[in-house]
C-alpha cells in the first residue's frame, strides 16, 4: 500500500486543520490506521489511531479534545482533524497502516506501511 498525506501548512495558534491520507495499491479497510508525527529534535510519536471498523479510536493525551481521527473504508481515506492548534503540535505527520489485519496496536513499530508526511507549522 502506498499512502500519502496531506493538509498540513503554516497556521497561527488556535487555528484548524484537516489531514488527510490517501490509501492506493491495495485496500486499507481491514487495517488499523495511525497518525503518528515528528517534532523538531524529537522522536516519532503516536497521535490517534483508528480500527479496521472506524469504531475504535486511540488519541494521546496530548491532543486528547482537540483532535479527532475518523476514516473512509469506501474512499481508502483516514482524516486527522486538528482543532485549536498549539505551537507545540510544530511537528511531520505521518499516516500509518498496521502490519496486521483486525489487529489494534498503537506502537510505531507494529505499522509497516508510511506515508511521505505532511508538515505542520504552528505560530504562537
Not at 14 to 28: E, F, K, M, N, P
Not at 115 to 120: A, E, I, L, N
Amino acid at each position: 500500500v502506498q499512502l500519502q498525506a496531506s493538509g498540513g501548512g503554516l497556521v497561527q495558534a488556535g487555528d484548524s486543520l484537516r489531514l488527510s491520507c490517501a490509501a492506493s495499491g491495495r485496500s486499507i479497510s481491514r487495517y488499523t490506521m495511525g497518525w503518528f508525527r515528528r517534532p523538531p529534535g524529537k522522536e516519532r510519536e503516536l497521535v490517534a489511531a483508528i480500527d479496521s471498523w472506524g469504531s475504535k479510536t486511540e488519541i494521546v493525551d496530548a491532543v486528547k479534545g482537540r483532535f479527532t481521527i475518523s476514516r473512509d473504508n469506501a474512499k481508502g481515506m483516514v482524516y486527522l482533524d486538528m482543532n485549536s492548534l498549539k505551537p507545540d503540535d510544530t511537528a511531520a505527520y505521518y499516516c500509518a497502516s498496521h502490519r496486521a489485519t483486525r489487529t489494534w496496536g498503537l506502537s510505531p513499530g507494529q505499522y509497516d506501511a508510511w506515508g511521505r508526511g505532511t508538515q505542520v507549522t504552528v505560530s504562537s
